[in-house]
C-alpha cells in the first residue's frame, strides 16, 4: 500500500509524508501487491529532490531478543 499525505507548514516546514506500508524491497525497488511503484514514488518527491530519509518499521516476533 502507498499513502501521500501533505501537511501544511506550522512551527516545523511543511512536510510530505509517502508511507509505504507492506513493501518489498527488490534490486532497490518499492514493490507492493500491485507491482513496480519505484516510479510512483519518485514523482510524488518535489522537483530537484536529490536525498531522502527512509524510516523503517518491522513488527518483531513477541520471542524476538531484544539484546541482538
Known sequence: MIKITTSQEKLTPAKKNIKLEG???NDLKFIDETGDITQQVIDELPEGTSQ?????TVELPSEYDLDE
Open 52 to 56: 531522502v530519509d527512509f524510516k523503517i
Open 23 to 25: 513493501i518489498f524491497v
